[in-house]
């Protein structure tokens, strides 16, 4: 039995989670296929990496089938159903709805609690609405910020909370107005403003017994660890063996667009449309810097039409990843995007991942698991669009010099 599973609908937010109960004490590690049972002994925290926000509903429920029994046989007490801090999601792709119904169904939790906001992230659910902070510092409700609102797969049109889950099917959420855990009701939407708000949700839900199902951000992670930390914490692995820094930044967002600029320690390489159909010259040119001993940054360009779908896409640049990791002595990987980082990580058949340390609020460093020795203890940064500031990059390859 583990205190919690935490289920993240891409692998950039999972690895945000990860990051949470680790730096908490928590023995954790996010699994990015089903574990066998003992690989889970002596955890308190197990994920499930996965790509739901990019998966239409039957397609997500497909992916719960297949992860229930391993779930099931952890006799987990909560499971998180992590979502981006951000809720983007609808009803025909990314629908939190249909996942959480689908769990609540498997699971049938005691209590059902959406946590809305993530403070640290500039994430803030007030009276059921959720707001978010822009790059510039302003604060936006989230149907009118500049990003999300303009999502090129989940455009945020509703930021009340209730009604937005309620178009997917998750309906009947109370807006939580007592910290009374006697009075709290069967669904509840709880309001995140700032720290306070994590620790008085983690003193009402304290007392309660029975199973919970809990959805939202890592701020989740948060409520479960506040006030419970673990004894965790061990010694870091040593740095892999191999050197190459490689990047790859396939994220539409300003931030990212804005980050990438800022990379002038790399040797930046844009990659054209042409580029993912007839792959050669752009994995030469890349294998070629990294065989010199210069960090590579290879960027798709928000403004082009690359003629694939979001999955095309991904899978390509999978494929011209793959082939550097086999052949360029790569030791440090860094994916910008949370639906490309979902997809490449899927296709590259990590097993794992351990969280090292943070970079950047949003951001971790881990350690990734798989079974060819060359690709086991890369070092591999996960980060969503909206995360990080300016100099994440360079951070990054700094990690790598030290």
């Known amino acids: 039995m583990v205190r919690a599973v935490f289920i993240g609908d891409d692998f950039t937010g999972a690895s945000d989670t990860l990051a949470t109960f680790a730096s908490a004490g928590w023995r954790t590690r996010l699994f990015l296929k089903p574990p066998r049972p003992e690989d889970c002994a002596g955890l308190d925290a197990i994920g499930f990496a996965t790509s739901l926000r990019a998966q239409a509903p039957d397609v997500a429920l497909d992916v719960i089938a297949d992860l229930w029994p391993a779930i099931e046989a952890l006799e987990p007490q909560t499971i998180h159903l992590k979502v981006c801090s951000t809720f983007d999601s609808s009803p025909v792709i990314g629908s939190i709805g249909a996942v959480a119904n689908d769990l609540a169904r498997r699971f049938s939790p005691d209590h059902l609690a959406v946590i809305g906001g993530q403070p640290n992230l500039g994430r803030y659910c007030v009276f059921g609405t959720l707001f978010a902070r822009a790059v510039d510092g302003v604060v936006h409700r989230i149907d009118r910020h500049p990003v999300m609102a303009h999502h090129p797969v989940t455009p945020m049109t509703e930021a009340d909370l209730r009604r937005l889950l309620a178009a997917q099917g998750l309906e009947g959420l109370d807006l939580c107005l007592s910290q009374e855990a006697a009075a709290l009701p069967l669904r509840t939407l709880f309001d995140v403003r700032d720290d306070s708000d994590i620790r ?151 097993s794992a991942i351990d969280f090292l340390e943070a970079i950047s609020p949003g951001v971790a460093l881990c350690r990734a698991v798989h079974p060819s020795g060359q690709l086991d203890g890369l070092r591999l940064m996960l980060k969503g669009g909206q995360m990080g500031d300016e100099s994440l990059f360079n951070r990054f390859l700094g990690l790598a010099k030290s």
Request: proline share 9%.
């Open 200 to 350: 008085s949700i983690a003193q009402t839900l304290a007392p309660l017994t029975g199973r919970r199902l809990l959805i939202g951000a890592s701020s989740v992670a948060r409520v479960l660890t506040e006030g419970t930390p673990g004894t965790g914490h061990s010694n870091p692995p040593p740095p892999p063996a191999l050197k190459g820094v490689l990047v790859f930044a396939g994220s539409r967002s300003p931030v990212t667009k804005a980050q990438v600029a800022a990379a002038t320690e790399f040797h930046c390489i844009a990659a054209l449309p042409g580029d993912f159909a007839a792959p050669d010259d752009l994995y030469r040119t890349a294998r070629a810097a990294l065989e010199k001993g210069a960090p590579v940054l290879i960027h798709t360009d928000p403004d082009l039409n690359y003629g694939m779908t979001p999955d095309e896409l991904a899978r390509a640049s999978a494929g011209l990843l793959g082939e550097l990791l086999a052949h360029a002595h790569v030791g440090w990987l860094g994916i910008a995007g949370g639906d490309t980082s979902s997809r490449i990580c899927e296709l590259m058949e990590f």
